[in-house]
């Protein structure tokens, strides 16, 4: 009793300075935070929110001040025909346009983000292994991340050309192809060129954020499977899948979110015919090419929804917790 009785008035303060500490920690986080949450509200919100309330009016490049409020039309709206009387409904959510705009978003995305969490697996387990020259390997591989996205896509443009492309040359003289091929042209090839240089590009981000992962897996787990004389396969699937998941989950997120908005790549390979068209692509056409600023502003809006919508689910599904990776 006498020995509780001296421990325990010592663990109370102990416990209150800790408590003071977080507590002032946690208001110089907030202090610090201020500033960025100010400009990401004026650079950010403030544009969302006039995109918002465009895609409730009739505005137009030419009168965007003076747009009158027309509620739900750039969304859906029904027409009552006197000479047949049916009922013809127009706008966003009945326009096969957007709707296959979504789908080939939604199918990017799906086939993007696979192979490069797939093939960015691969590289990350042969770059966290020991061998010569590891770190040289590892600063060029992020070569194809580095490189500016239009400049990318130019530089593919040029090899992926029908008349004077390296690959469709190298296909010619290998025997793989009969024919020159316009890869990006083609309504079959051009989405699956889009999604190759995608793939090549981002591939590296994935394998760089699952690296990290790779790296806080403690090596004595591995020396104990190895005594234990488990199998390398079953080593991946029963203790560096699961421990490395938090990453993953991460870095999968970050890339849909990419993939969904898809726009510069789409835009500069090809000639944004409806097999390559994108929510990104049909948006931007509405609001600057054909100066239905008002519908643009509703499309821009239903793909906020819809990437907010996958984002939501996806963390709710995968049980994603950004303060640990996982819950």
Do not use: C
Request: net charge positive; charged share 15%; proline share 4%.
């Amino acid at each position: 009793m006498a020995t509780e009785a001296m421990v325990s008035p010592v663990r109370t303060p102990v416990r209150a300075v800790r408590s003071e500490l977080t507590q002032q920690r946690a208001r110089a986080a907030r202090w610090f935070l201020l500033p960025m949450m100010i400009a990401l509200l004026v650079v950010a919100g403030w544009p969302l929110l006039r995109s918002i309330w465009f895609s409730f009016t009739d505005a137009s490049l030419n009168n965007l001040y003076g747009a009158e409020w027309i509620g739900l039309g750039n969304y859906l709206r029904w027409q009552v025909l006197e000479s047949s009387g049916t009922v013809r409904y127009r706008g966003l959510l009945v326009d096969p346009a957007w709707w296959n705009a979504v789908w080939n978003t939604v199918r990017f995305a799906f086939w993007s983000v696979l192979w490069e969490t797939v093939l960015g697996m691969i590289v990350a387990l042969v770059l966290n292994a020991e061998f010569r020259g590891r770190g040289i390997v590892r600063a060029a591989i992020l070569i194809p991340w580095a490189i500016p996205t239009i400049v990318s896509a130019k530089m593919w443009s040029w090899m992926l050309n029908d008349q004077f492309g390296i690959l469709n040359d190298l296909g010619m003289r290998l025997g793989l192809l009969s024919q020159k091929v316009a890869w990006t042209a083609s309504a079959e090839t051009a989405m699956t060129a889009v999604l190759v240089v995608d793939i090549w590009k981002t591939t590296p981000f994935m394998a760089l954020l699952i690296l990290a992962g790779l790296q806080m897996i403690p090596k004595d787990i591995y020396e104990a499977a190895e005594i234990d004389g488990v199998h390398p396969v079953k080593q991946f699937f029963k203790i560096t899948l699961p421990l490395v998941r938090p990453a993953l989950m991460v870095a999968i997120i970050f890339r849909v979110l990419d993939a969904l908005r898809i726009f510069d790549l789409i835009y500069v390979l090809t000639p944004n015919s409806d097999a390559t068209k994108t929510m990104s692509v049909v948006a931007r056409e509405n609001l600057f090419d054909f100066d239905n600023f008002a519908y643009g502003s509703a499309q821009s809006t239903l793909l906020f929804l819809i990437i907010a919508l996958f984002t939501t689910l996806y963390i709710w599904l995968g049980r994603v917790n950004f303060d640990g990776g996982s819950r």
